[in-house]
């Protein structure tokens, strides 16, 4: 099993970036995915999910209307497009699959797959 993130970089505020997570070793179709993220001293934190069709998306407030989270399932890669980039948000990406069915999993013990993490920053 294998995620490979991409995409993080440097970049300044009111930017954007397109992440993209791509999955290996696994029924990709049969999971949900999301991207957390983990700034310098701090817990990870949910960012975003989508379902395993793409049919349903769900979003950390604070960045909601700023990030869109996608899917192609015949590319087996998930991609969280970023814009109007704020400082804080800076931090490690991950991208991660749950083979939850019902509801939006938000906590780490709901994911399976873990990626590597991709690095993004932000500055003002």
């Known amino acids: 099993v294998q995620l490979q993130a991409s995409g993080g970089g440097l970049v300044q505020a009111g930017g954007s970036l397109r992440l993209a997570c791509a999955a290996s070793g696994f029924t990709f179709s049969m999971y949900g995915m999301g991207w957390f993220r983990q700034a310098p001293g701090k817990e990870h934190e949910f960012v975003a999910f989508?379902?395993?069709?793409?049919?349903?998306?769900y979003y950390e407030d604070s960045v909601k209307g700023r990030f869109t989270i996608s899917r192609i399932n015949a590319k087996n890669t998930v991609y969280l497009q970023m814009n109007s980039l704020k400082p804080e948000d800076t931090a490690v990406y991950y991208c991660?699959?749950?083979?939850?069915?019902?509801?939006?999993?938000?906590?780490?013990?709901?994911?399976?797959?873990w990626g590597q993490g991709t690095q993004v920053t932000v500055s003002s």
């Open positions: 989508i379902a395993r069709s793409g049919g349903g998306t």
């Open positions: 991660a699959a749950s083979s939850f069915s019902v509801g939006v999993p938000r906590r780490m013990e709901e994911y399976r797959h």
